[in-house]
């Protein structure tokens, strides 16, 4: 027996490939391993920028002692969650069902068939030890006790993991009305974000509800829920959670002020950020959404960019200490800016002799807008240089499919909002390296790392959020519509269940058979894998012109709507795409070349989740019988099957898309 994680296309599993832990990766062999030996399964699962999973490592997993009793008494197997989400769905699950709550990293105890027994997550080193000897002895000496328990949690497992029902009302504009309702109702007016529990803290980036909230406003003018979502991207961007010098967002705030973040920076997070506030700059003109946007672009593609594609995070830790690389004393800004830039930017930034962070260190903020624009570009970049000659946080260079298609959406919509052409090139390249690399016979993969594919296979998230990426894509560059139309095929033939439309499962028909099939439609840190394939079929049915897509789409939404009706904080992008489908969804069609003024127009001003297209007549499914007027060039403005009468200039393109979508307009009607 041996430690068998070296050659693993997984970070994290590397992280743990010297460990004296006999580790394995979840395989069909490492089971039977443990029915040959008749001992039981130690689970470990996390990923590669959690610091306590960090620290348990360092603590339990690097220590002899508790290796060996990990080897002599189980099969130890380690899954990194990020390439594995359908093992983490099921067995994060039982855990909240055991304990009352989740977290990474997760340590379970299973029989031999992967049924869960005990669980839990972070243990110290003396704590681990004990329960391992508790959990040897319940082994051995009451497995009748072993064997009810885990029967009775895989049955209550198999219970949760029926998801939502298909069927149900079909959407419409009551129901998203009562959900920003209720979404509102929960925010934290004072500091910004939405209230969690009664300390308000910790704080998550409500990253899809932002732009769910921004649809609502668009169709229906509301003021509230554009200030909320002004107040949030405001509070966010001037808080120690965002990073003040380099751009990115980091994973969370452990306070309800957004000072502090937890300093893991993931490209879900800021894929979908950058969305957010990309739109919020395209409607409102915000200078500060508008940097934002820009720094966090900039983030993606030079921190987390690695042969085209994207990466999957930066550490929280540097130097084995959190936050090193970001927090700062006030005599450090002297060192590096002198007296003057010294005392000015610690005053910008909020660092105290007190601090905001351990020891004294302060995380920066900005406090106030700057009053020199030259002079706060001039001290960002001492202070960057400054930084980079800190230990730097390790980043987990594995590529995840569904990631890199948030990221794709969001730096094409980024190119429009902030004419920021380059950001639809590198989008365009990102789309065609996943799809040469990650296709593979015909099916997607989940993973890849150094440019060898995992042998994962793709979840329902994946092909849904990289079909969304290039139906993005084709909109602005005419190419991905048929690669997008064969994802969504694959899609309704293995994940859609035959006996509930609109009801989804998160792994394929023929993936590998789990305890149960996970099935969750519960929009978190990033959106449920039925809601973003909900938003694919969205748009594919008008752009392909096929009633298959749109019909899916709407039973989609439908069986969403007890989310909406009873959950709205955990239906973010179910909201969005609900908004979208409630206001028509739109379509602009565009009879012009592609470097009209009437098609840039459409593209700025077209609300979120509309679909737009330009070239000439029946280049396009929207463009079929569509030509210009009078040889100038025409929009065509539809809503679902109802279309208006074509226009040719942009100030009647306004008018027939509501008048509340001026450009750089405030957006209130």
């Not at 008749?38 to 960090?54: E, K, T």
């Not at 994802?487 to 009801?503: I, K, N």
């Not at 973003?532 to 989609?556: C, F, H, K, N, P």
Request: aromatic share 6%; net charge negative.
């Amino acid at each position: 027996m041996a430690n068998r994680l070296s050659e693993s296309t997984s970070p994290y599993l590397r992280q743990h490939a010297d460990n004296p832990v006999h580790w394995q990766e979840w395989s069909p062999e490492a089971l039977a391993e443990a029915a040959s030996r008749d001992v039981p399964i130690l689970l470990s699962i996390g990923y590669a920028a959690c610091h306590w999973c960090h620290v348990m490592a360092h603590e339990s997993f690097e220590s002899d002692d508790v290796a060996a009793v990990l080897n002599d008494g189980f099969v130890c197997i380690k899954v990194d969650r990020e390439e594995r989400p359908d093992l983490d769905a099921v067995y994060m699950n039982a855990t909240v069902a055991l304990t009352g709550q989740g977290g990474w990293p997760m340590t379970c105890f299973l029989t031999p068939d992967g049924r869960p027994f005990f669980c839990g997550t972070y243990y110290p080193k003396l704590g681990f030890l004990q329960l391992l000897d508790a959990v040897a002895e319940t082994w051995r000496d009451r497995r009748d006790e072993v064997e009810r328990a885990s029967d009775q949690i895989a049955t209550e497992l198999r219970k949760m993991s029926a998801g939502l029902p298909g069927g149900g009302s079909p959407v419409g504009p009551e129901l998203c009305n009562h959900a920003v309702a209720a979404v509102l109702n929960d925010e934290d007016a004072d500091r910004g974000g939405f209230f969690n529990n009664q300390s308000g803290a910790p704080k998550f980036p409500p990253s899809a509800l932002l732009e769910g909230l921004l649809r609502h406003h668009e169709r229906t003018g509301s003021v509230a829920a554009l200030t909320a979502v002004q107040r949030t991207c405001s509070a966010m961007a001037r808080g120690g959670i965002y990073d003040q010098l380099a751009g990115g967002f980091a994973r969370y705030s452990v306070d309800p002020h957004w000072v502090v973040p937890h300093f893991e920076k993931m490209l879900y997070d800021n894929a979908l950020l950058l969305r957010a506030y990309a739109h919020l700059a395209r409607r409102t003109g915000d200078p500060l959404a508008r940097r934002v946007a820009d720094e966090t672009a900039a983030f993606i593609l030079s921190d987390l960019g690695a042969g085209g594609m994207f990466t999957s995070s930066l550490d929280a830790d540097a130097g084995g200490r959190e936050g090193l690389t970001y927090v700062w004393m006030p005599d450090e800004l002297r060192s590096v800016l002198g007296d003057d830039d010294g005392a000015w930017a610690a005053s910008l930034f909020g660092v105290t002799a007190r601090g905001t962070f351990e020891h004294g260190a302060s995380v920066l903020q900005l406090h106030r807008d700057p009053d020199d624009d030259s002079r706060f570009a001039s001290v960002r970049a001492a202070l960057s240089a400054a930084r980079a000659k800190r230990p730097q946080p390790a980043r987990d260079d594995k590529v995840v499919t569904a990631w890199n298609g948030l990221a794709i959406t969001a730096l094409a919509e980024a190119a429009i909002a902030l004419d920021r052409p380059e950001y639809l090139s590198a989008a365009t390249d990102c789309a065609s390296r996943m799809l040469n690399l990650h296709m593979v016979g015909g099916r997607l993969r989940r993973a890849s790392l150094g440019g060898r594919v995992g042998e994962s296979a793709a979840i329902l998230e994946d092909h849904a959020a990289l079909a969304t990426a290039l139906l993005t894509l084709y909109q602005l560059t005419g190419t991905g519509l048929a690669e997008a139309v064969g994802l969504l095929d694959t899609a309704l033939e293995h994940f859609a269940d035959p006996e509930q439309p609109g009801r989804w499962f998160d792994t394929a028909d023929d993936a590998e058979q789990l305890m149960v099939r996970p099935a969750d439609p519960i929009d978190g840190a990033t959106p449920s894998g039925a809601s973003l394939i909900a938003e694919a079929l969205q748009a594919a049915g008008y752009l392909t012109g096929s009633q298959r897509y749109v019909d899916a789409a709407q039973a989609t939404l439908s069986s969403a709507t007890p989310i909406l009706a009873r959950a709205a904080r955990s239906g973010g992008h179910w909201l969005a795409v609900a908004e979208a489908q409630v206001r028509g969804p739109i379509q602009i069609a565009v009879a012009a070349e592609p470097s009209s003024e009437l098609l840039a127009a459409a593209r700025r001003m077209a609300p979120g989740g509309a679909v737009v297209i330009g070239g000439a007549v029946d280049s396009a499914e929207l463009l079929k019988g569509r030509d210009r007027v009078d040889g100038a060039d025409a929009a065509y403005v539809c809503r679902g099957t109802v279309c208006d009468l074509p226009v040719t200039t942009a100030e009647e393109l306004a008018v027939s898309l509501g008048g509340e979508l001026r450009d750089g307009g405030s957006g209130a009607v």
